[in-house]
């Protein structure tokens, strides 16, 4: 069963500039996270999208944008690209349960602005 | 305002040792707790987690501890390989999506 894929690996970014980013969940998870790990910080929640509709937003400013695809496949925009918006970014799924559920993580995006 | 605290950046354990990681939490609201582990230029991985109605989930080598009166967990590696060697996330979840803590780097010295 394939995991949580998610393109493209790096993407190298002027500032200004806006950056598309995509993540496949594992087959039958309904739910996709995004996630930023900047150098020296932790996993910052980003973005949660569940049958298709935004469920919750992390504290980044509204250039980080994103949408859930009828066969869940999502994609996650940031626009206006700022130096420090490089980071590895990263998807993961999941299918909730009984409101618990572990997150499968995909192997992320460095993106990488200049 | 971290809800969820790793306050020990690295640990170093020799081989066949115990590793213990720590992890403190702010949110009473958390009930549900898991550990990932993370090597680099790979997402994280499921590691083990444990409900708040438990103290104690264990899996083979991992044994994951929670102290709920202390809002505090704790991973216990035992014995200690050189292929744990990797950054420990822990995290919560409530009805939102897991917070994470900044990680700890365990490094098993053989």
């Known amino acids: 069963e394939a995991g949580v894929t998610q393109s493209p690996t790096h993407l190298i970014k002027t500032r200004g500039q806006q950056a598309t980013l995509r993540c496949s969940p594992i087959s039958g998870h309904t739910s996709v996270y995004w996630y930023q790990q900047a150098l020296g910080l932790g996993l910052q929640f980003l973005l949660w999208y569940d049958e298709g509709e935004e469920r919750n937003r992390g504290n980044f400013p509204p250039r980080f944008s994103g949408r859930q695809f009828p066969n869940y496949s999502s994609e996650l925009n940031v626009n206006a690209l700022e130096l420090e918006d490089s980071a590895l970014y990263l998807c993961?799924?999941?299918?909730?349960?009984?409101?618990?559920?572990?997150?499968?993580f995909g192997q992320g995006t460095r993106l990488t602005v200049v | 305002d971290q809800q969820v605290k790793q306050n020990s950046p690295s640990l170093s354990v020799q081989e066949g040792r115990i590793s213990i990681l720590n992890c403190d939490y702010t949110?009473?609201?958390?009930?549900?707790f898991l550990w990932y582990k993370k090597y680099p230029a790979e997402g994280p991985t499921f590691l083990i987690s444990?409900?708040?109605?438990?103290d104690k989930n264990e899996d083979g080598r991992f044994t994951v501890f929670l102290n709920k009166s202390a809002k505090h967990l704790s991973l216990h590696i035992v014995p200690s390989q050189p292929g744990d060697s990797a950054v420990y996330f822990c995290a919560a979840l409530s009805s939102t999506p897991l917070v994470f803590g900044k990680g700890t780097r365990l490094s098993v010295i053989a």
């Open positions: 949110n009473s609201m958390f009930d549900y």
């Open positions: 993961a799924s999941s299918l909730l349960v009984g409101g618990y559920a572990e997150a499968f």
């Open positions: 444990i409900s708040s109605i438990k």
